[in-house]
Nanobody
Framework: QVQLVESGGGLVQAGGSLRLSCAASGRAFNEYAIGWFRQAPGKEREFVSYISWTDYTDYSNSVKGRFTISRDNAKNTVYLQMDSLKPEDTAVYYC??????????????????WGQGTQVTVSS
């Protein structure tokens, strides 16, 4: 398994940008698919974005065209670039890892390892 640590959250005005990082420790990071999820108060954890170990990417409809996921295997890090942020993007953002990944990547239950989360707050 890998251990994950998120960073880069903060307070930003609507229309602004943030870049989240998900740093992994452990072996064979390049064999792991990484998902980003978010959870707002009183709501269920929801899928945001995914990058496979072969660099296939996907996004939820709510962030498509505004967020970009990427990975740097040399740094054991996955990034989530978030542009044109909206107040409804406010949530705790989590990254999660699944070795080799699978087709059910939008479900939180598919992941073995989770980070502690980073708060993103978008003011109107």
């Amino acid at each position: 398994q890998v251990q994950l640590v998120e960073s880069g959250g903060g307070l930003v005005q609507a229309g602004g940008s943030l870049r989240l990082s998900c740093a992994a420790s452990g072996r064979a990071f390049n064999e792991y698919a990484i998902g980003w999820f978010r959870q707002a108060p009183g709501k269920e954890r929801e899928f945001v974005s995914y990058i496979s170990w072969t660099d296939y990417t996907d996004y939820s409809n709510s962030v498509k065209g505004r967020f970009t996921i990427s990975r740097d295997n040399a740094k054991n890090t996955v990034y989530l670039q978030m542009d044109s942020l909206k107040p409804e993007d406010t949530a705790v953002y989590y990254c999660a890892a699944d070795r080799y990944g699978n087709s059910w990547y939008s479900s939180p239950t598919q992941y073995d390892s989770w980070g502690q989360g980073t708060q993103v707050t978008v003011s109107s």
